[in-house]
């Protein structure tokens, strides 16, 4: 079993920053290949960024340039450090654990997901 729990959102202007933090519970997050999602009202739940085990970071085409992922093993931790923030970038955001057929390399069968952290960005 895989547990995630995200923290950092919350209430910002256009242009500013955002960090968003998720740990891991459960063993072999070496082996996770992790990502970000988020879900906007009324939308589908869509990527913004993943990272896999061994691998570069991959980015929606809406947050590059804008959107950094990166993981720290030794703390079982996965971020996302967003800048330059949108009032379309407010959505609920999700860290998610990705099974193995859906993300290379992933050690996982199936998917976990955290309880979501708000990102409200206003004009």
């Known amino acids: 079993q895989v547990q995630l729990v995200e923290s950092g959102g919350g209430s910002v202007q256009a242009g500013g920053s955002l960090r968003l933090s998720c740990v891991a519970f459960?063993?072999?997050?070496?082996?996770?290949?992790m990502g970000w999602f988020r879900q906007a009202p009324g939308k589908e739940r869509v990527e913004v960024a993943r990272l896999p085990t061994n691998g570069p970071p991959t980015y929606a085409e809406d947050v590059k340039g804008r959107f950094t992922i990166w993981r720290d093993n030794d703390k079982k931790s996965l971020y996302l450090q967003m800048n330059t923030l949108k009032p379309e970038d407010t959505a609920m955001y999700y860290c998610?654990?990705?099974?193995?057929?859906?993300?290379?390399?992933?050690?996982?069968?199936?998917?976990?997901w955290g309880q979501g952290t708000q990102v409200t960005v206003s004009s």
């Open positions: 459960g063993s072999g997050y070496d082996g996770y290949c």
């Open positions: 998610a654990a990705l099974r193995w057929s859906l993300c290379r390399g992933s050690i996982l069968s199936q998917d976990y």
